[in-house]
C-alpha cells in the first residue's frame, strides 16, 4: 500500500493588477527624487535661491549716459563698458571716467546723477514682495553723486552711504554728496530732508536750502545756508559768436546770481570738452566779483562754459550746467554733405545716430553735439519720443556753413537735405 505525502509547503497566489505595480514603482521614484533633492539641498543649498534674488533685486538701469562709464560686476569682477541694457545688481560698481556721466534709475523710482571721475557702488536695489516697499542702498566711493527720490511707500528705506557718514534719504528729497580726493566730504540738501549720521554717532537731519561738510576726522559742520547754482544768461546754448577781422572772437559771459545765498567771488572755466578735462581747458579764471566775463582771442571751434559761486564761509556751489556756443566764420552758401546716415535702436526710445563726413564737421541732434572723427565717421546716443518717427540732424562746418537732414526712426537711413 502506498502511503500519501502531504507537502509542508502551501503557497497563495495573489492575483496584482499591472497598474498597481505601475504605481508602485512611480512611487519608489518619485521617493528617490525627493531624497536625491534633498540631500542635494543639505550640501549645497537651494540652487534657485539666485532666482529669486534677480526677481526682488529688480535690477538698476540706466536712464541715459554719456562718455566713459564702466561697470564691475560684483561676483566676477568683470569690468564692462556700460550699455542701454546693462542692469545693475548688488555689488556692482559704477565708475565714470573723466568724459563720462550717468543717470540711474532704481527700484524705488528716486534716480541718481553719477557726475564725472567718480566710483559708486549699489549695495542693495530689492523690492518688497508686496511690490511696494524698496530697500535702496548706494555707497559714494568718490566723486559727486546727486540722487532725487519720489514719494516712498511706508517701510520703503533710501540710504546714501559715504566713507565717514550713513545719510537716510527722505521722500521727494533732491541731495547732492560730495567725496574729495583730500578726504573731506560736503553734503547739500535742495529740497526735502535727510537723517545724517557719521562714525561716531553723531546724528544731524539737514534740510530743504542747507549745506553741511564733513571734516577728515568725519566731524559734521553746523548747517548754512545752500550757496545756489549760478545760472548762466549769455551766451545762449547753441548760440553762434561770429569772428572778427583778427580771426578770432570776444564773447561777453554773462550770469545771474544765485537764488540763495550769498557768494563772495565766482569761477568761471570755458573749454572745448563738455566734461570739461584738463587738456581740453582753454580758460580758467577764479576771484571774479562781477557776474560777466570776457573771453579774448577764441578761434574757430566749439566752446563749452560754466560757472559755479563760492561763498565767504569756503562753501562752493555746484557748478552750472555746462552751455555750448561755437565760434565761426560767415558761411559761404556750400553744402555739408553727410553719407550712411542711419539710425540704430539701443533699446526702449534710445537710437544711435550714424554715419559719415568730413573730419571736423560738427553733428547736431535733438540737442546733442558730436564731432566727425579723423576717419569721417560720427555717431550719436539721442532718446526720442515714443511718436516720434524721424529725426533732424544738423551738419555744420568750421566756415560756418550748415545743412539739415532727417533720418528715419525705422531704419532705412537718411534722407536728402532740406
Given at each position: ?198 562714525q561716531a554717532g553723531d546724528k544731524t537731519s539737514i534740510r530743504g536750502g542747507e549745506y553741511v561738510s564733513v571734516n577728515n576726522s568725519g566731524r559734521i559742520s ?102 555750448k556756443f561755437m565760434v565761426v566764420t560767415r558761411g559761404t552758401g556750400s553744402q555739408v554733405a553727410l553719407s550712411d546716415l542711419r539710425a540704430e535702436l539701443l ?38 519720443g515714443a511718436t516720434t518717427r524721424e529725426l533732424a540732424v544738423e551738419a555744420q562746418d568750421p566756415r560756418g556753413n550748415s545743412s539739415q537732414y532727417k533720418v ?11
Amino acid at each position: 500500500m502506498v502511503a500519501n505525502r502531504t507537502s509542508r509547503f502551501a503557497y497563495d497566489w495573489w492575483i496584482i493588477q499591472k497598474r498597481f505595480v505601475y504605481l508602485v514603482i512611480a512611487i519608489f521614484l518619485l521617493c528617490c527624487t525627493a531624497a536625491g533633492a534633498a540631500l542635494y539641498v543639505w550640501k549645497y543649498g537651494n540652487p534657485f535661491r539666485h532666482i529669486a534674488e534677480v526677481k526682488n533685486s529688480a535690477g538698476a538701469r540706466f536712464i541715459s549716459f554719456e562718455g566713459d562709464v564702466r561697470v564691475i560686476r560684483a561676483a566676477t569682477r568683470e569690468n564692462i563698458s556700460a550699455t542701454a541694457d546693462t542692469e545693475l545688481y548688488p555689488g556692482d560698481t559704477v565708475q565714470t571716467q573723466a568724459s563720462g556721466r550717468a543717470r540711474i534709475g532704481l527700484a524705488d523710482g528716486s534716480t541718481l546723477l553719477v557726475k564725472p571721475n567718480s566710483t559708486i557702488i549699489v549695495r542693495d536695489n530689492a523690492k518688497g514682495d508686496d511690490g511696494k516697499r524698496t530697500n535702496v542702498h548706494v555707497h559714494v566711493q568718490s566723486g559727486q553723486l546727486s540722487v532725487r527720490t519720489e514719494q516712498q511707500a511706508d517701510g520703503t528705506t533710501n540710504v546714501v552711504e559715504t566713507p565717514k557718514t550713513k545719510n537716510t534719504m527722505g521722500e521727494k528729497t533732491n541731495a547732492s554728496f560730495g567725496v574729495n580726493a583730500e578726504g573731506t566730504e560736503e553734503i547739500r540738501v535742495a529740497t526735502g530732508v535727510i537723517e545724517t549720521s557719521n562714525q561716531a554717532g553723531d546724528k544731524t537731519s539737514i534740510r530743504g536750502g542747507e549745506y553741511v561738510s564733513v571734516n577728515n576726522s568725519g566731524r559734521i559742520s553746523a548747517a548754512q545756508k545752500l550757496l545756489d547754482v549760478p545760472q548762466p544768461a549769455q551766451p545762449h546754448d547753441l548760440e553762434k559768436v561770429f569772428i572778427g577781422s583778427n580771426g578770432a572772437a570776444d564773447v561777453a559771459l554773462k550770469w545771474q546770481r544765485p537764488q540763495s545765498g550769498t557768494p563772495a567771488y565766482y569761477r568761471v572755466e570755458v573749454a572745448t570738452s563738455p566734461f570739461f578735462v584738463a587738456d581740453g581747458k582753454v580758460i580758467e579764471r577764479d576771484q571774479l566779483v562781477a557776474t560777466e566775463f570776457g573771453a579774448t582771442d577764441l578761434r574757430p571751434g566749439v566752446y563749452f562754459w560754466r560757472v559755479r559761486a563760492t561763498a565767504a564761509s569756503g562753501q562752493a556751489s555746484d557748478w552750472s550746467d555746462p552751455l555750448k556756443f561755437m565760434v565761426v566764420t560767415r558761411g559761404t552758401g556750400s553744402q555739408v554733405a553727410l553719407s550712411d546716415l542711419r539710425a540704430e535702436l539701443l533699446g526702449g526710445n534710445i537710437y544711435l545716430i550714424r554715419g559719415k563726413a568730413e573730419p571736423g564737421i560738427t553733428i547736431r541732434v535733438s540737442g546733442r553735439e558730436t564731432i566727425a572723427a579723423p576717419d569721417g565717421a560720427f555717431q550719436i546716443q539721442v532718446t526720442a519720443g515714443a511718436t516720434t518717427r524721424e529725426l533732424a540732424v544738423e551738419a555744420q562746418d568750421p566756415r560756418g556753413n550748415s545743412s539739415q537732414y532727417k533720418v528715419s526712426l525705422s531704419g532705412r537711413g537718411g534722407r536728402g537735405r532740406t
